[in-house]
RNA sequence: GCGGAAGUGGCGGAAUUGGCAGACGCGCCAGCCUUAGGAGCUGGUGGCCGCAAGGCCGUAGGGGUUCGAGUCCCUUCUUCCGCACCA
């Protein structure tokens, strides 16, 4: 008996692995289904936190699950090299960025086999070698060849201190996050912008297609992003001055008789001109600038406190004829619709706080189709549904959703306006004025302008020993030989772009990269990534939905129709999972309660530490960090290998032979209970991998199991061994997928052939399989039927789980226990549940 | 502010389809074993009342639908996540 030693074992198994290439994945394999499960790909931080460990562990026991139901699984790891932490380094410590991120790498690689996963290793990818960020150039200039890349202006936060563009990872509080006394600035450059919002409505299509394999909020959340929106364009004439009428965008026209001014976000382009020879123009124009140096975060500018100014000039309703005021109001948004909105306080909350604030009229145009009507001096909030116009010239009388129609109709017709449909989703600005990043593969010539580098001459790589400072300019752009070079076009001098892409990019294609990783024509062979493609199961933080999930949805789209897919969607299923918690908070370097993967391994053992999170709570929500909780974890493991050892020996010659099942009519009782535990277990624990995922109550029945064969012991007696040897393999390869180190161990130990993993790239050297449950040797014989009075439970019986439904109701009601309580009492309905309860109503 | 979730014993959680609330684990209590225990084994453990049988209360708060609600509906509160330059 040597006890379970978690060192020992893990080392040993890992070894075994690597040697026979277990997780291996087969291009091209006849022979198997193709499964592809992902992970999302960490960035190299340098230490490895529970978060990845809980993401890695899930996905893995999902790979190690469907190897041993046969597919040919692809499951593949790398890292997203690039980005802000390696600059900050840099400039804080002087490590350049590469040195930085390499030994990160080298770091949770480390951690990443002390865990086990089994991953393709030959498949690493590290997206800040040229060799991969070639082909985010390569993607770009085919961006750019169909009008998918352009320049235009847009907002930053500017630190007039450092002379530097910030993140908003930068900005704390408004305030540099080097100097917390100087404020933050927003600035307009030109920068790099992707037309994502070309493809609005097919990312909105494309979401039926998801629907079923991705969590519905995620689903939500994206259509809420993309934020379509059906409304009208409205414009209303400036008087007394010459400046272009202002278009406003509305999706309630209907409420246009209500409009008591029209707001103009601070930089909307007409501003300017209002303000020109206004009486107190000089304070305006200081107004105007303090608002459009606010912060570029949404969050801020959403929550900051309504302000705005009157301009001085007046507008023409088109429909009313009335003059409204125009202001220049802080919470419109200039990305937005036309950036001008017409404020009807009445039947808007922000318009209604604003007027209120700013002693403007509110007009009630609207009253509820039901109920008592408004009363403008019983209004304390704005009435925001649809209801009937009263008002409204020619149009009082009409409900709310007629009136939008026509009203949207008549302004088309009469020439000051028409229908559209926004969206709320902008453009994707891949602009950033730092260094550790793609280069954006174009260069500036004097006579040509802005011309795209040629597909011969990428990479364009970025230079190497440069001085990071964190002020000034792009660094890039004190690059001479980096920045000095010859157009494409002319061979004239010409300048690089300086800025580098959004990290973003590398992001939103990688997973392709990882079916033809070291392919140096093409970003990937069509026909390796058609055979692995989709994504069958693709994992990752909730944090994701958004942002990352669209990015590479819109990619996927760009890739159809340059004819490198076939598909439109890359990910068939995905799943969010929840974030690891400790005292309540997300583990962050900043709180300082980060469990190190590594540590944890030390001490436990990795199959541990991955059993505990996969126990302590359903994958989805978060997990809630317990170094008592992980205890348990491990003295369960201890247990079950003390169980199959003390067994192990007299297995050990005995034949295992998943064939020969146990037939009821000839087994002992205990056989009985052992076997049907084993295949409801099987049943349940296959329902969790299959549909369910709840890891936690896999593990909560295989405890069950444990504590029913230690309940029967001794087990050398009435249990046959060959019954014995297929409860104990079974319950070692339910485990198995979960914790494989161990399981691959006791495997071994109770005399099994082969191993639980091999395959890989030289199939059938004999893997394991998932063993299948028998339907029959789940059922009971007997069941508990619970009997209620009126909704409450008033006894229990033991009945044949064949009786049937009368004559279950017949027993429940001439119970012993049950009798009295309806004695004389009148009997209204008897409600049954088959093989679960009686409900006895009494008047 | 907008969008998305979540709220069940001392704690993590279970209840898969509207059908015994608290599976499984942690912690705690008692006993066994041991030279010893931060090891192992056995049993107990939501609250209140009761010697017991048993009864009543209980899934964030309030209301509703139903024979029956943790689960469905309405409403209030609290917490967490995302908001486009962190990844």
Redesign the pocket.
């Known amino acids: 008996m040597a006890g379970y030693d978690p060192q020992r074992i893990e080392a040993k198994w890992q070894r075994i692995w690597e040697e026979r290439d277990a997780f291996g994945a087969v291009d091209q394999d006849p022979a198997r289904q193709k499964y592809y499960a992902l992970e999302?790909?960490?960035?190299p931080s340098g230490t490895l936190h529970m978060g990845h460990m809980r993401n890695y562990t899930i996905g893995d026991a999902v790979a190690r699950y469907k190897r041993m139901c046969g597919y040919n699984v692809l499951h593949p790891i790398g890292w997203?090299a690039?980005?802000?932490?390696a600059e900050n380094a840099a400039i804080k410590r002087g490590v350049p960025p590469r040195e930085w991120t390499n030994a990160n790498i080298a770091q949770m690689k480390t951690v990443c086999k002390r865990f086990g996963f089994s991953y393709d290793w030959q498949r690493e990818i590290s997206t800040c070698e040229p060799e991969y960020y070639r082909w985010n150039q390569w993607f770009f200039l085919r961006m750019l060849e169909r009008d998918l890349a352009y320049r235009k202006l847009?907002r930053?936060?500017w630190c007039p201190q450092c002379q530097t563009?910030?993140?908003?990872?930068?900005?704390i509080d408004g305030f540099c996050w080097q100097h917390d006394t100087t404020p933050v600035e927003s600035k307009e450059?030109e920068?790099w912008f992707l037309r994502?919002t070309q493809y609005a409505d097919a990312l909105l299509e494309g979401i039926q297609e998801l629907a079923g394999g991705w969590p519905?909020?995620?689903l939500?959340?994206q259509?809420?992003?993309i934020?379509k929106s059906r409304g009208a364009r409205v414009e209303f004439a400036v008087a007394d001055v010459s400046v272009p009428p202002l278009e406003v965008f509305t999706t309630r026209i209907d409420t246009i008789y209500g409009v008591s001014a029209v707001l103009l976000s601070p930089a909307h382009p007409s501003v300017p001109q209002l303000l020109a020879g206004v009486p107190g123009s000089g304070s305006l124009q200081k107004q105007l600038q303090a608002m459009q140096q606010r912060s570029?975060?949404?969050?801020e500018?959403?929550?900051a406190e309504k302000v705005g100014f009157f301009t001085g000039r007046f507008a023409r309703n088109p429909f009313s004829g009335e003059r409204v005021p125009i202001w220049v109001a802080n919470?419109v948004l200039a990305?937005?619709g036309t950036g001008a909105v017409m404020a009807v306080p009445a039947h808007d909350?922000?318009d209604y706080e604003f007027a209120t604030k700013y002693g403007l009229p509110v007009k009630i145009v609207i009253q509820p189709s039901s109920g008592a009507p408004l009363r403008k001096d019983r209004m304390t909030e704005a009435y925001v549904e649809y209801g009937r116009l009263v008002d409204s010239g020619p149009y009082t009388g009409l409900a709310s959703d007629q009136a939008v129609e026509r009203m949207a109709a008549d302004a088309a017709a009469k020439g000051f306006g028409r229908a559209e449909t926004t969206?709320?989703?902008?453009?994707?600005?891949?602009?950033?004025?730092?260094y550790?990043?793609t280069p954006i593969p174009v260069v500036y010539c004097r006579d040509h302008g802005v011309v795209g580098v040629g597909d011969d001459q990428l990479p364009v790589r970025l230079p190497e020993n440069v001085t990071l400072t964190g002020q000034g300019k792009s660094p890039l752009a004190n690059v001479k030989e980096f920045l000095q070079t010859t157009c494409p076009n002319c061979g004239g001098p010409a300048e690089r772009e300086t800025?580098t892409m959004?990290?973003?990019i590398?992001?939103s294609w990688y997973f392709y990269r990882y079916t033809d990783p070291r392919n140096d024509r093409a970003p990937f062979d069509k026909a390796t990534a058609a055979y692995w493609f989709q994504i069958d199961q693709y994992i990752g933080?909730?944090?994701?939905?958004?942002?990352?999930l669209?990015y590479a949805r819109f990619f996927c789209k760009v890739m159809n129709e340059l004819g490198l897919v076939d598909h439109r969607e890359p990910i068939q299923r995905l799943f969010s999972q929840?974030?690891v918690?400790k005292d309540?908070?997300?583990m962050s370097k900043s709180k300082g309660n980060i469990v190190g993967a590594i540590e944890m391994a030390d001490k436990y053992g990795c199959d541990t530490g991955r059993m505990y999170t996969l126990?302590?709570?359903?994958p989805?929500?978060?997990?809630?960090w317990?170094e008592?909780?992980i205890?348990?974890?491990?003295?369960?493991l201890?247990?079950v290998f003390?169980l199959v050892e003390r067994h192990a020996e007299r297995l050990r010659p005995v034949a295992l032979d998943w064939s020969s099942q146990t037939d009821f009519a000839r087994a002992t009782a205990k056989e009985k209970i052992l076997v049907r535990k084993t295949h409801q277990t099987l049943k349940?624990v296959t329902?969790?991998f299959e549909?369910?995922w709840?890891f936690?109550?896999s593990?909560?029945?295989i405890?069950?199991l444990?504590?029913e064969l230690?309940?029967q012991?001794p087990l050398d007696r009435e249990v046959a061994p060959a019954v014995l040897k297929r409860v104990l393999s079974a319950l070692v390869l339910m485990l198995s997928p979960m914790t494989p180190h161990i399981a691959e161990e006791m495997w071994e130990i109770l005399g099994n052939p082969g191993t639980i993993s091999a395959g890989g790239r030289t199939p059938g050297s004999g893997m394991a399989v998932w063993p299948p449950y028998r339907e029959d040797l789940t059922q009971e014989e007997q069941v508990?039927i619970?009997i209620?009075i009126?909704?409450?439970?008033?006894g229990?019986i033991l009945v044949d789980s064949s009786l049937g439904e009368d004559e279950t109701k017949d027993l429940a009601v001439s119970d012993s226990?049950i009798a009295p309580l309806v004695g004389g009492k009148q009997i209204?309905?008897v409600?049954s549940?088959p093989k679960?309860?009686v409900?006895i109503?009494l008047k």
């Open positions: 999302m790909l960490p960035y997203d690039f980005g802000l932490p847009s930053v936060n563009v910030l993140a908003n990872e930068q900005v450059i920068q994502i519905e909020r995620v939500i959340m259509q809420n992003w934020g570029v975060k949404m969050e500018l959403a929550t919470f990305e937005y909350q922000r969206y709320r989703l902008k453009d994707w600005g891949i602009s950033r004025q730092r550790w990043g800025d959004d990290t973003f590398d992001s933080g909730v944090e994701h939905a958004i942002l990352h669209i929840g974030m918690l309540g908070v997300k126990f302590a709570a359903p989805e929500k978060d997990l809630e317990s008592q909780g205890e348990g974890s491990s003295r369960f201890n247990r003390r349940r329902n969790d549909a369910r709840h936690n109550t593990i909560a029945l405890m069950e444990v504590n230690t309940a012991e508990e619970i209620q009126n909704g409450r439970v008033r229990k226990r209204t309905k409600i549940v679960k309860l409900n109503v």
